[in-house]
C-alpha cells in the first residue's frame, strides 16, 4: 500500500484566526493525505513533533501581518534541530503578495495567500513530494 | 391582506404565460438556503397582519425600526473598528477619522491586547505581534495615549475587547475618562464583551471555560448597568458579526445570538437581579453579508423576535428593553485579495443592506483588508462610503422603506421562524454553555465553514476575481505596514510604568483579585483599583488563569 502523505499544520504565536488552516486541513484529508492539527504551538515544540511525528509536511498559518517573524523563527529553529531540509514548509494567510518572494528566500517552500483553491495546496505538495523522492 | 379574484386571475394568466420559458438556474434559493420564487404577489402575504406583524416604527413588535423617526431624526453613527502600531498612532489615525467625518470611535487591539497578554511576559513569540492586528493597550498609559484630546465626552468610543480582558480595558478606560473630568453619567460607548466571539469566531491564546467566560461578561453588566457604575454604557455587544465570519448562515447567526443573550440574562437572573435591572443595555453586533435582500429581511426579523423573546419570556417594565439595538460590520469574509478595488463595491451594497434595515451604527470595510490593515487612503474611501449613503443617495429620508414589499415581507417572515427554530435548538440543548462544552456550537461552526470552502472552489458560489473574471498578472497595491518597532515601544512603556508605581500596592491588589476570583466575586472593582495603580493586562489576565485554569477546547480539526 502507498504510504499516506503526512501533514502537521499549526498556528504559531497568539493570532487565533483558526478557520483558514482547519478548512486546509480537512481539504488536505479529503485529499487523501494524513494531517494533524495541533492548534497554538511553539515552534520548538511543532518541530520535535515533526521529528518524531516523521511528517512530510509542515503547514501554518499567519493572519497578524508577522508571517515573516515566523517564518524566519521557524527556520532558525529546523536549524537548531537539524532538520533544515526534512520536510515540505508551507505558509497560508493573509499578508500581501509582495511578501511571497521574502518568504521564499527565508525558505518557506510554498506560500498561499488568500483567494489560494486547496486543490492546488495539495497538488503543491503532491508534485514537490514526487520530486524530492519522498513519497 | 385580502386577495381579490382578479389576482387570483391575474396570477394564473402569468403562470400561463411563462410556460415555456427556461430559468438561468434550476432552482434559486438565499444565501441560507429559503426556496425563491420568480415572483412575489399578494398572495405570499395573505396571512401578514399589518398591524399585528409589522406595525410602526418605535411600536411593537418593532419590524419596521425600533424609533418613531429613525434616521430623520438621527442618522446612523459611522463607527470605524480602527487600530494599528502603537497607541499614538492609533490616536492619530483616530483624529483623522474624525476630521473625515466619523462619529464614533471604535479600537481594533492587537492579538496580545485580546489575549491578555504582556509584550514582557514569557509567551513565546508574543513580540512579533504587538501593535499588528490592532491597537496595543496593555495598560493604563496605552490607554490614555489611545484617547488623548479626542471628544470621548461628546463621542461614544466602543472597545472591541471579549471578557478575558474586558473588565481591565473598560476600567482603564473609564479611570482614564475620570481623570479627564468626565462623570460617570456622561461614558458614552460599549464594550463587546462576547463569550462566543473568542470560543467559536477567533480563538485566543489561553482563554477560559465557557463559564468563566461568562461570568466576567456578566461581572461588566452587573458594573456597569446594575451598579449604575456607567449607566450610559453598553457593557455588552453580542457580537454576531465575528460567528457570521466563519461561514454560518443568517438564520444561524441570529439564533445563536438570540441563545447566547439568553445565557446571560439567566445568569443575571440567577444571581438575584431583576430583568428590569440590566436587559435595556443588552446591545447586538450584526453582519451584513452578500445577499442583499435576506439581510434587510433579517435585522427586520431579528428585531421582532427580540421583541417576542422579551414580551413572551421576560416581560420587563421598561420599555426600552423591547428595542433590538444594533451595530453592524460589512462581511470582511466576503473581499478579496484579488482585484481590491472590487470590494469597494461589495463593501457599497453591504452598507446599503444595514442601513435599509434600520442599524444604529455602522463600520465599512476598507477595501485593502483582505491584504492587510487599512492605509489612511482606503479607510477614507470607507467613510466616504457611508457618506455617500447619508448625504446623496436620499435613502435615509423614508423609514424602513422596503416594508410592504410581498417579497421583502414574506422574507421576513420565513426568516423569523427558520431563526426562531434555530434558537429553540440551541436552547433544547442546554444553552450556549452547553453547546460550548461538548463541541456542538464549533461543530456547526466547522461544517459551515468546509461546505463555503467547498462551494467556493467548485463556483457555486461565484467570487468576483476568485472564480469568476479572474485576471492574470494584477499589479498588487502597495500594502500599509505597521509600525515595526512597535515591541520596542511598548515593551519600553511598560518597563517605565513597572518603574514608576507602587509595585507593593500592585502585589496586594493582584492578591485581592485572586481572593475575588476563587469566591467568585465581581471582579470589576478590583480590577478597576489595579489598572488604576498600573497593573498591567498581562498580570491581571494571569491571575483569573491560576485560579480557574485554562480551557481546553472540545474538538478536533
Known sequence: ?135 | MAVSDEIWKGLENWEKSKEGWKGRKEAFKTDAGIPLKDLYTPLDVEKIDYARDIGFPGQPPFTRGIYPTMYRGKLWTIRMFSGHGTPEETNRRWRMLYEEGETGFSSAVDALTFSGVDPDQEVPGAAHEVGKEGVPLYSIRGMEAMVQELPIDKVSVALVVEPLTSAAITSMYFNIARERGLKKEELIGTTQNDILTMTIGYIPWGSLKPKDLLKLACDLIEYCTIMKEAPRWNPINFTTYNYREGGIDAVQEIGMGLANAVAHIEELLKRGWKIDDFVHRLAFHLSAHRDFFEEIAKYRAARKLWYRLMKERYKPRNPDAYRFRFHVQTAGCSLTAQQPMVNIIRTAYQALEAVLGGTQSLHTNSYDEAICLPSEESVRLAVRTQEVLQEETGVAEVVDPLAGSYYMEALTREMEERIWDYFMRVEEMGGVVEALNTGWLFNEMSKAFNKRRRDQECGEEKIIGVNRYVMEDEEPAPPFRTNPRAAEIEKERLRKLREERDAEKVAKLLDKLRKACEVRENVLPVVSELTAAGATLGEITGVYREIWGIWQLPFVA
Not at chain 1, 36 to 50: D, L, Q
Not at chain 1, 104 to 121: H, L, M, N, Q
Open chain 1, 1 to 135: 500500500m502507498e504510504k499516506k502523505i503526512r501533514v502537521l499544520l499549526f498556528k504559531p504565536g497568539l493570532d487565533g484566526h483558526w478557520r483558514g488552516i482547519m478548512t486546509v486541513s480537512k481539504a488536505l484529508s479529503e485529499a487523501g493525505m494524513e494531517t494533524i492539527f495541533f492548534g497554538f504551538k511553539t515552534v520548538e515544540g511543532v518541530v520535535e513533533a515533526a521529528i518524531q511525528e516523521d511528517v512530510d509536511v509542515i503547514g501554518f498559518s499567519v493572519h497578524s501581518g508577522a508571517h515573516l517573524e515566523w517564518s524566519r523563527e521557524l527556520l532558525k529553529e529546523l536549524e537548531a534541530q537539524g532538520a533544515r531540509d526534512d520536510f515540505l514548509l508551507l505558509i497560508g494567510g493573509v499578508f500581501p503578495e509582495q511578501d511571497h518572494d521574502e518568504l521564499r528566500s527565508i525558505g518557506i517552500d510554498g506560500v498561499f495567500g488568500p483567494g489560494s483553491v486547496t486543490a492546488e495546496i495539495a497538488n503543491f505538495i503532491k508534485e514537490k513530494l514526487q520530486d524530492r523522492g519522498a513519497v
